[in-house]
T-cell receptor, first 114, second 112 residues
Framework: DVKVTQSSRYLVKRTGEKVFLECVQDMDHENMFWYRQDPGLGLRLIYFSYDVKMKEKGDIPEGYSVSREKKERFSLILESASTNQTSMYLC?????????????FGSGTRLTVV | EDQVTQSPEALRLQEGESSSLNCSYTVSGLRGLFWYRQDPGKGPEFLFTLYSAGEEKEKERLKATLTKKESFLHITAPKPEDSATYLCAVRPVVQGAQKLVFGQGTRLTINP
């Protein structure tokens, strides 16, 4: 019954590598979000998208970019990975506001940059 | 600035010992308040949405309540399987924005 799928649970990358985190949802949701979660800092919004080919910066977009070529898929790109991007990355989706039910989250990707 | 503060940061209870978690919020206008449960190494799982002051929602041993400035998650006679981090989030009334603002969470441990 998985509805938001993140491609990797654990990922180890080297400093300077280009990293792709993939997220796919099967609920036909318009909105998709990328958060990172760090101890003591909670969930912080990186980027979000309300529609295909549309993206908006969240609170901490520096060092990241996103791509949404299809409605069901939202990719987070780390252009040149750095150690301070070691974190848990969470993807979420939601319906456009016609009665708001909250986000559905994926299981998360724990990324370690060495 | 929209802000959510959860307290306590961590709470340890004995099985059967009831308690409450607090979520205080400051928003220009509230579109909704959300509670999530997060198990270690997993994504948050949706529990409740509250829309207006005075509203209450219940699910098993959990009951969420809402006032104009805060929400409480009451846990009655908890069991060890209720151990998790509980996250609170608000959706402010901002035209065109459908983002949530999250608190830092309360880590709840229930000892058998």
């Amino acid at each position: 019954d998985v509805k938001v799928t993140q491609s990797s649970r654990y990922l180890v990358k080297r400093t300077g590598e280009k990293v792709f985190l993939e997220c796919v949802q099967d609920m036909d949701h318009e909105n998709m979000f990328w958060y990172r979660q760090d101890p003591g800092l909670g969930l912080r919004l990186i980027y979000f998208s309300y529609d295909v080919k549309m993206k908006e910066k969240g609170d901490i977009p520096e060092g990241y970019s996103v791509s949404r070529e299809k409605k069901e898929r939202f990719s987070l790109i780390l252009e040149s990975a750095s150690t301070n991007q070691t974190s848990m990355y969470l993807c979420a989706s939601s319906l456009r506001d016609r009665g708001y039910y909250g986000y559905t989250f994926g299981s998360g990707t724990r990324l370690t940059v060495v | 600035e929209d802000q959510v503060t959860q307290s306590p940061e961590a709470l340890r209870l004995q099985e059967g010992e009831s308690s409450s978690l607090n979520c205080s919020y400051t928003v220009s206008g509230l579109r909704g308040l959300f509670w999530y449960r997060q198990d270690p190494g997993k994504g948050p799982e949706f529990l409740f949405t509250l829309y207006s002051a005075g509203e209450e929602k219940e699910k098993e041993r959990l009951k969420a309540t809402l006032t104009k400035k805060e929400s409480f998650l009451h846990i009655t006679a908890p069991k060890p399987e209720d151990s998790a981090t509980y996250l609170c989030a608000v959706r402010p009334v901002v035209q065109g924005a459908q983002k949530l603002v999250f608190g830092q969470g309360t880590r709840l441990t229930i000892n058998p």
